[in-house]
Protein backbone atom coordinates (compact mmCIF):
# COMPACT_ATOMS: atom_id res chain seq x y z
CA UNK A 1 0.00 0.00 0.00
CA UNK A 2 0.92 3.24 -0.52
CA UNK A 3 2.31 5.12 2.62
CA UNK A 4 3.51 8.81 2.32
CA UNK A 5 3.94 10.33 5.75
CA UNK A 6 6.33 12.89 6.59
CA UNK A 7 5.78 12.90 10.29
CA UNK A 8 7.62 9.16 9.90
CA UNK A 9 9.70 10.03 6.61
CA UNK A 10 8.50 6.89 4.60
CA UNK A 11 7.51 6.76 1.21
CA UNK A 12 6.80 2.93 0.58
CA UNK A 13 6.35 1.84 -2.86
CA UNK A 14 2.86 1.24 -4.10
CA UNK A 15 3.26 -2.44 -5.27
CA UNK A 16 1.23 -4.49 -7.42
CA UNK A 17 2.76 -7.10 -5.37
CA UNK A 18 4.29 -8.28 -2.20
CA UNK A 19 8.23 -7.19 -2.35
CA UNK A 20 11.31 -7.63 -0.16
CA UNK A 21 10.79 -5.05 2.18
CA UNK A 22 14.19 -3.36 1.47
CA UNK A 23 12.72 -2.42 -2.33
CA UNK A 24 9.40 -1.53 -0.37
CA UNK A 25 10.81 0.84 1.61
CA UNK A 26 13.29 2.13 -0.74
CA UNK A 27 13.17 5.81 -2.16
CA UNK A 28 15.17 8.79 -3.22
CA UNK A 29 14.73 11.57 -0.51
CA UNK A 30 16.06 15.28 -1.03
CA UNK A 31 15.88 16.10 2.57
CA UNK A 32 18.69 14.72 4.20
CA UNK A 33 19.81 15.16 7.85
CA UNK A 34 22.81 17.86 7.53
CA UNK A 35 24.11 16.61 10.90
CA UNK A 36 24.18 12.89 9.99
CA UNK A 37 27.78 11.12 9.49
CA UNK A 38 28.34 7.78 7.40
CA UNK A 39 30.86 5.55 9.20
CA UNK A 40 34.16 4.36 7.58
CA UNK A 41 32.75 0.96 7.67
CA UNK A 42 28.95 1.56 6.37
CA UNK A 43 31.20 4.05 3.15
CA UNK A 44 33.11 0.84 2.68
CA UNK A 45 29.72 -2.18 3.07
CA UNK A 46 28.06 0.12 0.12
CA UNK A 47 31.25 0.27 -1.89
CA UNK A 48 31.41 -3.09 -1.69
CA UNK A 49 28.72 -4.08 -2.58
CA UNK A 50 28.92 -1.92 -6.07
CA UNK A 51 32.17 -3.57 -6.28
CA UNK A 52 30.35 -7.17 -6.35
CA UNK A 53 27.71 -6.20 -8.89
CA UNK A 54 27.37 -8.25 -11.63
CA UNK A 55 29.01 -7.35 -15.25
CA UNK A 56 29.28 -7.83 -18.65
CA UNK A 57 32.41 -10.48 -19.03
CA UNK A 58 33.05 -9.31 -15.37
CA UNK A 59 34.99 -6.61 -17.08
CA UNK A 60 33.75 -4.14 -14.32
CA UNK A 61 34.33 -0.98 -15.83
CA UNK A 62 33.31 1.32 -13.18
CA UNK A 63 34.95 3.66 -10.95
CA UNK A 64 33.80 5.41 -7.82
CA UNK A 65 35.01 8.92 -6.31
CA UNK A 66 33.73 8.72 -2.84
CA UNK A 67 33.64 11.90 -0.61
CA UNK A 68 32.58 12.47 3.17
CA UNK A 69 30.36 15.86 3.87
CA UNK A 70 33.48 17.81 5.60
CA UNK A 71 35.93 16.94 3.17
CA UNK A 72 37.93 18.30 0.40
CA UNK A 73 36.73 15.15 -2.20
CA UNK A 74 32.88 16.13 -1.03
CA UNK A 75 33.32 19.97 -1.70
CA UNK A 76 34.76 19.32 -4.76
CA UNK A 77 32.21 17.11 -6.39
CA UNK A 78 28.76 19.18 -4.74
CA UNK A 79 30.51 22.51 -6.32
CA UNK A 80 30.22 20.09 -9.64
CA UNK A 81 26.09 19.64 -9.05
CA UNK A 82 24.33 21.33 -11.44
CA UNK A 83 20.79 23.23 -10.94
CA UNK A 84 18.11 21.43 -8.47
CA UNK A 85 20.64 19.46 -7.11
CA UNK A 86 23.05 21.57 -5.66
CA UNK A 87 19.98 23.37 -3.34
CA UNK A 88 19.88 19.87 -1.80
CA UNK A 89 22.61 17.52 -1.91
CA UNK A 90 24.92 18.92 0.19
CA UNK A 91 23.56 17.95 3.68
CA UNK A 92 24.18 14.28 2.56
CA UNK A 93 26.48 12.30 4.41
CA UNK A 94 28.54 11.52 1.67
CA UNK A 95 28.30 12.03 -2.43
CA UNK A 96 29.74 9.59 -4.64
CA UNK A 97 30.76 9.71 -8.22
CA UNK A 98 29.90 6.91 -10.65
CA UNK A 99 32.73 6.88 -13.18
CA UNK A 100 32.42 4.70 -16.61
CA UNK A 101 35.69 3.22 -17.86
CA UNK A 102 34.70 3.45 -21.54
CA UNK A 103 37.81 2.19 -23.30
CA UNK A 104 40.93 0.61 -21.02
CA UNK A 105 44.30 1.33 -20.67
CA UNK A 106 44.90 -0.57 -23.46
CA UNK A 107 42.29 0.66 -25.80
CA UNK A 108 39.75 -1.91 -25.73
CA UNK A 109 35.88 -0.47 -25.47
CA UNK A 110 33.54 -0.97 -22.59
CA UNK A 111 30.15 -0.71 -24.74
CA UNK A 112 28.04 -1.95 -21.35
CA UNK A 113 29.84 0.23 -18.96
CA UNK A 114 26.53 2.29 -18.76
CA UNK A 115 24.94 -0.60 -17.80
CA UNK A 116 27.34 -1.91 -15.26
CA UNK A 117 27.69 0.99 -13.25
CA UNK A 118 23.89 0.88 -13.12
CA UNK A 119 23.89 -2.27 -12.01
CA UNK A 120 26.69 -1.31 -9.10
CA UNK A 121 24.88 1.55 -8.08
CA UNK A 122 21.73 -0.20 -7.70
CA UNK A 123 23.50 -2.95 -5.40
CA UNK A 124 24.72 0.10 -3.56
CA UNK A 125 21.27 1.55 -3.09
CA UNK A 126 19.90 -2.15 -1.04
CA UNK A 127 23.41 -2.13 0.68
CA UNK A 128 22.64 1.46 1.86
CA UNK A 129 19.45 1.07 2.97
CA UNK A 130 19.96 -2.15 4.88
CA UNK A 131 22.67 0.25 6.74
CA UNK A 132 19.51 2.32 7.35
CA UNK A 133 20.80 4.66 5.26
CA UNK A 134 18.78 6.29 1.81
CA UNK A 135 20.60 6.82 -1.82
CA UNK A 136 19.41 9.59 -4.43
CA UNK A 137 20.59 9.34 -7.89
CA UNK A 138 21.64 12.20 -9.71
CA UNK A 139 22.51 12.69 -13.61
CA UNK A 140 22.77 16.24 -13.14
CA UNK A 141 26.30 16.72 -12.88
CA UNK A 142 29.16 18.93 -14.60
CA UNK A 143 30.75 15.83 -16.19
CA UNK A 144 33.86 17.89 -17.58
CA UNK A 145 34.16 19.65 -13.97
CA UNK A 146 34.54 16.28 -11.95
CA UNK A 147 37.04 14.91 -14.45
CA UNK A 148 38.57 18.44 -14.00
CA UNK A 149 38.76 18.07 -10.01
CA UNK A 150 39.70 14.87 -9.70
CA UNK A 151 42.42 14.54 -12.71
CA UNK A 152 40.60 11.79 -14.53
CA UNK A 153 41.68 10.75 -17.78
CA UNK A 154 39.76 10.81 -20.89
CA UNK A 155 38.51 7.14 -20.65
CA UNK A 156 37.03 7.64 -17.51
CA UNK A 157 34.11 9.41 -17.54
CA UNK A 158 31.45 11.09 -14.64
CA UNK A 159 28.33 10.02 -15.16
CA UNK A 160 26.75 9.96 -12.14
CA UNK A 161 26.62 11.60 -8.55
CA UNK A 162 24.91 9.84 -5.82
CA UNK A 163 23.49 11.14 -2.55
CA UNK A 164 23.49 8.82 0.76
CA UNK A 165 22.58 9.99 4.20
CA UNK A 166 19.81 10.28 6.62
CA UNK A 167 16.48 11.09 5.57
CA UNK A 168 14.91 14.15 7.36
CA UNK A 169 11.85 15.96 7.56
CA UNK A 170 11.13 18.04 4.32
CA UNK A 171 10.25 21.05 6.09
CA UNK A 172 14.08 22.18 5.75
CA UNK A 173 13.68 22.21 2.06
CA UNK A 174 11.86 25.20 -0.18
CA UNK A 175 8.02 24.68 -0.47
CA UNK A 176 7.98 23.70 -3.74
CA UNK A 177 10.35 20.64 -3.09
CA UNK A 178 8.73 19.51 0.21
CA UNK A 179 5.91 18.89 -1.69
CA UNK A 180 7.53 16.33 -4.02
CA UNK A 181 9.11 15.13 -0.85
CA UNK A 182 5.83 14.14 0.55
CA UNK A 183 3.80 13.04 -3.31
CA UNK A 184 2.80 9.77 -3.80
CA UNK A 185 5.64 7.59 -6.27
CA UNK A 186 4.06 6.43 -9.11
CA UNK A 187 4.90 3.96 -11.95
CA UNK A 188 4.13 2.67 -15.19
CA UNK A 189 1.92 0.26 -14.61
CA UNK A 190 3.25 -3.66 -14.06
CA UNK A 191 1.31 -4.56 -17.80
CA UNK A 192 2.58 -1.31 -19.55
CA UNK A 193 6.05 -2.10 -18.72
CA UNK A 194 6.35 -6.13 -19.26
CA UNK A 195 5.63 -6.25 -23.27
CA UNK A 196 5.14 -10.49 -23.13
CA UNK A 197 5.17 -12.59 -20.48
CA UNK A 198 3.11 -16.18 -20.59
C1 LIG B 1 20.28 7.72 -13.48
C2 LIG B 1 19.44 8.59 -12.58
C3 LIG B 1 19.56 9.96 -12.64
C4 LIG B 1 18.80 10.79 -11.79
N1 LIG B 1 19.04 12.14 -11.80
C5 LIG B 1 18.44 12.92 -10.87
C6 LIG B 1 18.80 14.28 -10.73
O1 LIG B 1 19.70 14.80 -11.41
N2 LIG B 1 18.16 15.03 -9.78
C7 LIG B 1 17.19 14.48 -8.97
O2 LIG B 1 16.67 15.22 -8.13
N3 LIG B 1 16.83 13.19 -9.08
C8 LIG B 1 17.43 12.38 -9.98
N4 LIG B 1 17.13 11.05 -10.07
C9 LIG B 1 16.13 10.46 -9.15
C10 LIG B 1 14.86 10.05 -9.87
O3 LIG B 1 14.13 11.19 -10.22
C11 LIG B 1 14.05 9.12 -8.95
O4 LIG B 1 14.76 7.92 -8.74
C12 LIG B 1 12.69 8.78 -9.56
O5 LIG B 1 11.88 9.94 -9.59
C13 LIG B 1 11.95 7.70 -8.79
O6 LIG B 1 11.83 8.06 -7.43
P1 LIG B 1 12.20 7.01 -6.28
O7 LIG B 1 13.69 6.73 -6.43
O8 LIG B 1 11.91 7.73 -4.99
O9 LIG B 1 11.39 5.79 -6.47
C14 LIG B 1 17.86 10.20 -10.90
C15 LIG B 1 17.74 8.80 -10.85
C16 LIG B 1 18.52 8.00 -11.67
C17 LIG B 1 18.38 6.49 -11.56
Redesign the pocket.
Known amino acids: MTSTNADTLT?S?DSSQPLVPLLEE?????SYDETATISDAQLDAVLEAARWAPSAMNFQPRRFVAGRRGTETFRKINEN?????AA??FRASALVVGVLETVTADGDERPFAQYDL?QS?AALTVQAHAEGLHV??????DAAGLRAAFDLPERFVP???TAIGTVAHPSQLDDKAAAREVAP?T?IPLDEVVLVKE
Open positions: RTRWSPRLLGFNWAGLHQMAGIYTVRR
